[in-house]
Each structure stands twice: as structure tokens, then as C-alpha cells.
């Protein structure tokens, strides 16, 4: 028996391609067609947006354990959160939340360490890149980070929030992204981490001037194997 996967859903973006790699590879662990029971809840991704700009972090939190509470009621027996910016709320959400969590940055803070790495650029939206979601879990790793300059993370926060999270994906987007990832590969960052689930619609390790840690897709992968334990 595997596990019931509950996917507290922010964007229908970055949480469909959560969904979509656990359905696609499960068959490389589980066979033909297979993979474990998803369940899936979001809320309207306005309401989250909301929060953040008001700074209401215990807000976020509510409406993630809303979501919790009815994937418990939907069977799930474990709960990821495919939108890096919310798990701000982490610390408020885990010990009232009625199943236990997956954190995303631990997931990507993992990989970088099983693949060598030593010092990740960051990028995301700007209350992901402000806040202290990865540097808390890179640094517990004994990893380094970098973040963009100011006005780097507004554009890329306007690129996510006005076109990636509604599946628009432009050239100047990419070309933005490799401009600002090449910049920080030049000052010493040795990989990526795509820290906006949206992010790997226009950015991977074909064209990124850094290697990538995708954090859609690793979380996806790290929930596969957690349910099959």
C-alpha cells in the first residue's frame, strides 16, 4: 500500500506541475499507469496574494490549514506544499496541522548537498526572497546563498506574478532569468534554485547558465518516495 498524497495547492501553475510529475514518474516506481492517491485543494490564489501584501503571515497559515483540514477529510495520509513563498506560515501551520508536512526548501536544501553543491542563488517571488524560508534550511546544511539585487527581484516578481502564474511564458522572461542567474554564477554561486514553482516553465538546465534545483519537481519526486515508504 502507498500513502495518499494531499497537495495544499496556492497556484494552479506551479501546483498542476507538482501534480502532473508525481502522476508521470510513480509509473517508474509503481508500473504502468500507476502512481499513489492524489488529493488536491486550492484556494483562490487572490486570497493568499492578499495576505502577503499585508504582511499577514498567520493569515497564509489559516488558509493552508484550511486546506489541510479538508485533505485530511478527503483520506490523505501526508500533505506538500508546491508554492515555496507560503511555507513563511510553515512554522505556524506544522504543529496545528492535522497531518504532517514535507518543506520544500529541506527537499532542495537535500539535493544540494547530495549533489556537491556549496553556495545556491536564489530566486522567486519577493516574499519568498526576503524571507528567511531557505537561508534558515541552506544554512542549517552548512550551504551559502545569494539573492538578486533589488531591482532584480522586482522584475522577476513581476514576471511571476503577472505572467508565470498564468502560464504566460515570454523570451524577455527567460532572457531576464539567464541575465540574472548568469550574474550571480559569476559571483560565486555553483547552482540555482528555482524557488518559485513557476519558475521551471521557462527555466531548466538547458537553458540556465547555472545548474538547477528545480523545487517543483524535487518536492514532487521526495513525496513519491514518501509515500512509498
Not at 118 to 136: D, I, Q
Not at 152 to 181: S, W
Not at 209 to 219: E, G, V
Request: aromatic residues 4%; negative net charge.
Amino acid at each position: 500500500m502507498t500513502q495518499h498524497i494531499g497537495i495544499v495547492g496556492c497556484s494552479a501553475e506551479g501546483a498542476s506541475l507538482c501534480y502532473r510529475t508525481i502522476c508521470a514518474e510513480g509509473e517508474r516506481l509503481l508500473g504502468p499507469h500507476a502512481h499513489p492517491e492524489v488529493s488536491m485543494h486550492t484556494p483562490s490564489l487572490a486570497d493568499y496574494v492578499v495576505r502577503l501584501d499585508q504582511g499577514d503571515i498567520e493569515g497564509v497559515g489559516e488558509l493552508m490549514l484550511a486546506s489541510a483540514q479538508k485533505l485530511e477529510k478527503a483520506g490523505a495520509d501526508f500533505l506538500i506544499c508546491p508554492d515555496n513563498t507560503i511555507h513563511q506560515a510553515f512554522d505556524y501551520v506544522a504543529p496545528r496541522s492535522p497531518l504532517p508536512w514535507l518543506h520544500i526548501a529541506e527537499v532542495v536544501a537535500g539535493e544540494a548537498v547530495n549533489r556537491g553543491y556549496r553556495r545556491l542563488a536564489l530566486t522567486g517571488t519577493k516574499w519568498l526572497v526576503e524571507s528567511e524560508v531557505y537561508p534558515a534550511k541552506l544554512s542549517g546544511r552548512g550551504l551559502s546563498f545569494e539573492r538578486p539585487s533589488a531591482a532584480e527581484r522586482l522584475e522577476i516578481n513581476r514576471i511571476i506574478m503577472d505572467e508565470l502564474v498564468k502560464g504566460v511564458c515570454k523570451p524577455e522572461a527567460i532572457a531576464c532569468f539567464q541575465q540574472v542567474i548568469g550574474r550571480l554564477g559569476e559571483g560565486g554561486c555553483d547552482a540555482v534554485v528555482l524557488g518559485c514553482t513557476e519558475i521551471p516553465l521557462i527555466i531548466d538546465d538547458a537553458n540556465s547558465p547555472l545548474p538547477t534545483l528545480d523545487s517543483t519537481r524535487l518536492l514532487a519526486r521526495a513525496a513519491l518516495r514518501h509515500a512509498l515508504k
